[in-house]
């Protein structure tokens, strides 16, 4: 990896960022610009829901495949490990590479030792956390084989790197979504119940159209949707660990349609977890609004500036609520219009307004970095 490369390849990935692609499509180019600077034997770029970080889908390069989803969400959401992508994104840079965390011996890691190593010989793996603007869109792991393991200068590359990957999930996974305002109806909720050996052990009638729709194929004979195995796998740690992140997550299915997805845990006798009931259905306005409000990548102020808007407070006001002049408040104003890609205040209430949002603003509430509104 030579300086130059590194930058050029620093370059194309923020273009990427900023060339308004779906997200896989972008995960894809991006993972091969990455490979002209950071050799790999495989890949795996995953979408997270921001408010819950819980992996939504994913894309895949190499010999990473999707029979063994299920088995990955079981080592990333109920088994303890040296890491998992919420703790590495966390941390300072959001980077952390298994062999020198493990002193050289990856062994010592579970998912490694278990999955890693015996079904596709890797000797290393590379995690990021893809963080925009304070909100995590995703993670990104990277894998050797052979005996190699990551450099501190490939683990800092990547860090150099992850910020244009989230902007490019944060666009991705929103494009087109402010047509979306009025969600379609989706034929109802979909139903799937997930044994404790993996294997669906029913589904409603609705639920293959929306397995389909999410990327997995017939069920019971193909592998199940990201989502669903990465729900299923929080629903089994919560019921063990109630302080563990609620199992749901928000994410566009392939005909575009916004979708969220759930899961509770049915506990059988003596306190042990049986089935998983999973529900998949159209997601609201206001839960799809947020995701939308977060891509667009305004500072703190300028969501403040936007709240107030949407709640049809007039600049006057708002320069007084958020002590500021109104000159400074119209300078918000343009840079949000700007990066909204909106002319006009009527505009953007058209492009962002919903009437379960404003409420929340006409009461105060204050935005988290997911876009919802902070508990």
Known sequence: MTAVSAERVRTQIDGLAAAGLDWPTFGASAIEVLRRALPFSAACLCTVDPATELVTATVKWGDVDDQHDLEWSYYEYEVEDVYDFREVSR???????????????????????EMFSPVWDYSDELR????????????LA???????????????????????????????????????????????PAVIVVGADDEVVSANV?????????GGGTLGDAPLPQVVCAIVGAARRRAADPGA???????????????VAHASPMVGRGGTVADVVVTLEDARP????????????????????VGLVLAGVDTAD?????????????????????????????ELIARIYND????????????APSGWFAT
């Open 128 to 139: 990021a956390g893809l963080a925009a603007d304070g909100a995590t869109w995703g993670g």
């Open 286 to 305: 206001p839960e799809v609004i947020p995701l939308v409000v977060a891509s667009y990548g305004l500072t703190g102020r300028e969501r403040d500036v």
């Open 142 to 188: 990277l894998f050797h084989q052979g005996g190699r393991t990551f450099t501190p200068a490939e683990q800092e590359f990547v860090t150099s790197v992850s910020a244009g990957f989230a902007r490019g999930l944060r666009t991705g996974l929103v494009v087109g979504a402010a047509d979306l305002a009025v969600v379609a109806d989706g034929g109802g």
């Open 356 to 367: 379960h949002y404003v409420p929340h603003l006409v009461e105060g509430g204050a935005l």
């Open 245 to 259: 992140p609620m199992p749901r997550a928000r994410l566009r299915s392939r005909s575009g349609r916004w979708v």
């Open 91 to 113: 941390r300072p840079g959001a980077v952390a590479a298994l062999a020198a965390e493990t002193g050289g011996d990856p062994a010592r890691s579970r998912r490694f030792a």
């Open 206 to 214: 609705g639920a293959q159209e929306r397995v389909t729709d999410l």
């Open 318 to 346: 708002v320069a007084s609520r958020l002590h500021l002049s109104a000159y400074t408040v119209q300078d918000h104003l343009k840079k949000i219009f700007g990066k909204v890609g909106v002319r006009s205040r009527r």
